[in-house]
């Protein structure tokens, strides 16, 4: 907050990834604890080193050390009959000194099996998810088609393609957006601008449908590229074709590319490889060093492993602390909270805090099913997913209140750009709610109370968080009827995975006209998008709603609602109150 609400003196003074790691990481004090513990067991010091990002205290002992420093027993065990596969682990419980535990959240190898056995031939698969069945290992499965709260949807191949403003309630294209959002910036300050998109293969963009697009929508850029970043053997595949492979990047890379124009060069975050894939965490660690080892480090239950541990994906060292943050990231992936652990993305979400600090805004879509999660499941009274569920089950990372969710809108049939959007109900429903994971940050509270306390929700106890949680989206932007490129032939889609994309790169040209006049990065904006004066610049949406789990969800309402968040972005509006901003 104290860099991010624009009534703190130092807004936009954005922290360094040193003093980021230097925050965040154990104190010397408990450093200094663990290392003086196991010196005075009779270690030589050499053989007790400090890890990369000071987490980990890492000590060469043998089994009998290990079992007189722990109070414990050791085994080999076996994974069924395989003798050449076996894991060094202790028997119920260790124990630690009454003045070291409180400084140690993690001793391995000790009870931990974060061990798999080894897999048959890599294949590509579709996720399926049974009723009542939570796939809470498939954090590094969010590249497969159709996985996920925000994968687009399609309606199938247009055999007409227009390009009019007047057609804009039928198929969208780039020049609708702009007329949409009041959307015209030439960049200007390009060589200190940076705007990222995420994919997670499979999920791969097909050049000369990029090309394709171009053509039809942005001539001047046939021929232009993303810039990849390959995060741990990420790379656009072409062994997988067709809209549940090239739909998604396709989508987020086109129109990125296409809004920002040929001045400003869009970087694409590959991540993961065709093998063990990747989870939101393999990314963090690319973009922040300190996170590989934050609490602990990665959940290899949860989380991609590299270098590849059973060989025939990438062998290469893991991507950590690798790429630079660029200061717009958009991601059109997620999953819904019950997927995950509590612990899992709270530590998470403690890292887009992180990256908020280093002046990053972080994008995420807030889901395609309304109030229900992935393939409109929603919750039991016991806490499963099931399609007989009638509690609200929202999404993640879009209700970490450190991320910035986006909705969906529509133009409405027979309407017009300059009329009034609503709430998407062609296809998808915008996804929105309240967090059973995080409490309401401070920054929405008045926003929150003032939409539940003038238009309540008409639902019983129990059907959504009433705790006063977490709510979301934050702002959204036009999610229904994109024209896209796939495979050669243009498809009409929807999705909140249209939003996200298309907010970065009206958001990325506030960053370029900051960045010309000498100022910083917008980085996490949810402090300020939440003030009376930046919500007044934004496109109020009053119609429509999110349905799911057999109810209407929650009502688009005038000011802030869990269906549009804020609204849709005003440019004009919002470019003049960012620049008067420090």
Known sequence: MDVSHPDSPNYGKHWTPAHVAATFRPSDDAVAAVRGWLVESGLAPERVRLGTGAAWVQADVSVA???????????????????????????????????VAPHVELVTPTLHFDVKPKRSAPKVEKIERRSGASSNASAKAVGQPGFGTSF?????????????????????????????????????????????IVEYTPQAYVASDLDLFFSNFSPSQVGERPNLVSIDGGYSQTDYGGFDFNGEANLDIQYAMALVGNEQSVTLYQTGDMVEGASFNNLLDALDASYCTFEGGDDPDYDATYPDPYGGGYEGPEDCGTVTPA??????????????????????????????????TVLYSSGDYGVAGNYDLCLTPDGYESYDGTIFDPSFPSTCPYVTAVGATQVNPGSSVYEPESACETVIYSGGGFSNVFPMPDYQRAAVENYLTAYPP????????????????????????????????????????????????ILSAVNDARLAIGKGPIGFINPVIYTP??????????????????????????????????????????????????
């Open 65 to 99: 050390q290990a079992e007189a420093l722990l109070g414990t027993e050791y085994f080999l065990y076996q994974f069924g009959d395989d003798e050449d596969f076996t894991h060094v682990a202790c028997h119920e419980k260790y124990h630690l000194p009454a003045g």
């Open 152 to 196: 687009p949807k399609t309606s199938g191949v247009l055999n007409t393609i227009w390009s009019e403003l007047e057609d804009c309630d039928e198929q969208i294209v780039p020049d609708c957006l702009r007329a949409l959002y009041t959307f015209d910036y030439i960049p200007i300050a390009t060589d200190k601008n940076s705007i990222a």
């Open 327 to 360: 200061y717009i990231m958009s991601t059109s992936y997620g999953y819904t909270e019950v997927d995950l652990t509590p612990a899992y993305e709270q530590r998470q979400c403690a890292e887009y805090a992180k990256l908020g600090l280093m002046g990053m």
């Open 458 to 505: 008409p639902y019983p106890a129990g059907t959504y968080n009433t705790s006063g949680s977490r709510a979301y989206p934050d702002l959204s932007a036009n999610g229904a009827n994109y024209v896209i490129a796939v495979q050669g032939e243009f498809y009409l889609v929807y999705g909140t995975s249209c939003a996200s994309p298309v907010t970065a790169a």
């Open 533 to 582: 004066l930046f919500m007044g610049a934004f496109n109020d949406i009053t119609n429509g709603s999110n349905p799911g789990c057999g109810t209407n969800g929650f009502s688009a309402e005038p000011g802030w609602d869990p269906v549009t968040g804020v609204g849709t972005p005003n440019f004009a509006r919002l470019l003049g109150l960012w620049l008067g901003l420090p």
